[in-house]
């Protein structure tokens, strides 16, 4: 069967790189016919690549080529990549991607279009890089209700935490480590400031709970105001902070969506997962919490999730696999401010006043505690009240 | 969809219930005509239990009933579970299975009987309960070539070695706590020496590395002698000891395959696995190191896993699925005697016999070290050389 790729950069190589390596294992026990690399679209041009004489600059080649059937994207962005997907899809193709920003925010449209052209439309390693988490989660989802899915979701930001937390780095001099090890872009923005962790918890809740969420409709919130004290504080209570994507579905059929720096306790499987390492914990209503953890980045990794997304459309390139979901719905995401939980606070303020605005709290220092369950505008509210608070994060109860 | 339950034990009756209360779930997303229970295969009667009407005793009641297209196998052992279940897929029956002693025996000879009649064979829930460990195998296994795996596969054994661990009681004192809390049986055989483990070893290494692997192959070794001192001795070298079940791909395509107590480094995903949790770690060459984690055992998540695989087998009734592997060969398992490793000894010699008879250590304790790599026929040797050893354990490199 023959494949083209569009996007040649890192996790698009790993892909070629990952098919010629496993051609033989391939066709011998997933596609008899094996899969043929037929093409790569790239603006660029690759001279002394092993893959040099693929390289294509037109994308109808791909379109008009009655031969390619399965077409990989792993450009990034939204554009052109949600032109190219979606004339793919409508032309029979059916398509992988490892692009998280496209299906965070086009997953519906265009799963919707690879329905009515009888095509996959498959996407793996946009959550989690090579830890295989969407299909279980489907396994799961399929004779389970879930509850809720929450995870340690980017790489780089749990590389800078650990350092803060196991060597007391500052936060500027771990993302500089960070930046030197080549686990941080130059423009650190993505992953610093959530953007990326939110993508992937967007289609999580979407694949979780059978309705679209888009990015902007979930609360996001980086790691860069986190201090030593913070980290320090939550070492001597018993937790770790970490950056946590989470959505959680209520009784009344809404669901809380959001990406926050989050204190886990220790001892719960999600406070042991260091460094670029990332974990997605699942709750379902008969199989209780399972996570699955592994790098989640990296070419090789990310590669071999999107190969076996191939692989998974060739064997099904005659009936479709059934994956879709609702569109998003007005009010269906609870507002980050009516979201409840204890929540961490570290204030200049004196005991006297924080005892009488929050009543009975668990005092960590002298000026530093976690508070009973209220709201998030609840807890703000507080925290002004009684003088201002240098941090407020969340407690979570996992 | 009609389907039969035959055995109505723990999990088949959770799969009852799970199907019951799943019903419009599954309708919904994943069986357009449903998932219906037609008959429940017992000896015993059942009486005022909610599904009591579809009790029979008579197994050709379900083998000569054309409408049921599915049946689950939650008997438990290899008679007359193994008659039954090809019986049934000889007849065109798809067959899903909780049991991991018939598949760790019989696995080869039921995928080689389903495959003939076009039918599938699925056993999800034969290990890790709940946790989707056998279907992200397959998945990675697609893109990957798997080098290992190995994994905390007996939640019983575990919870007392994290008693051991954590409360520094004696291996007796924590079996007992396990009983009265009903994670271990009246007879602990089957857990505490290490058969269940070895069962479920088997079927993983036969998965990864399509070849069958039969129990009496596998070096199987319990906990039962494993004593507070080994166990403090480790905790002061930074590990712990854990029950694992381990099989490597080797060079020369033989493969290694045991049980036994073995120790983890802290820091290692698998160290901080705890309780009656299990965890299943995946080698791959392109994914590198995959963890599952979640409860292994249990009512409602092991069925969970059963539903999973009904749906599977009625959304694959037309076009069955690919799984299967070759038979054994003989000289396939390293004998375990030739494995390697690093190995914990503790001994009661002194230290100028042990250092002459071993060379480099690493000493923990006075009587308590870390050897170099060697085989474990060489440790074996040395240890009786040097005036034997009161523990032998190996150290992994997980």
Redesign the interface.
Known sequence: MKVAIMGYGVVGSGVAA?LK??FA??KK??VSDGLELKYILDLRTFPGDEFESLVINDFNTILEDEEVKIVVETMGGVNPAYKFVSSCLEAGKSVVTSNKELVATKGFELLETAKRNNVNFLFEASVGG???VL??IS???????IKEVAGILNGTTNFILTKMIEEGAAFEEALKTAQQLGYAEKDPTADVEGLDACRKICILASLCF?KHVYPDSVYTKGIRGITEEDVENVKKWGGVIKLIGSSKKLDDGRITAWVSPAIIKN?S?L????DV?NAVLVR????????????GA?K??T??????D???CA?HIK?RK?LGWEDASEGYVVPFEETVSRFYVCTDSDKAKVDTVFGVVEYISANAFITEEMTYAQVCKKAELSGGAKSIIRVTDY
Chains 1, 2 share one sequence.
Do not use: T
């Open positions: 990952v390596q496993n294992h391939i026990n997933s090579g830890i295989p299909r279980p396994q799961c989802l399929a004779s389970n209700e059978n001892g499987q406070a042991s997962v260091s390492f379902g209503n008969a199989v209780g919490d399972v996570v699955f953890y592994g790098r990296g090789l990794p590669a071999s999730a999107v190969v076996a191939i692989i998974d064997q009936e059934a």
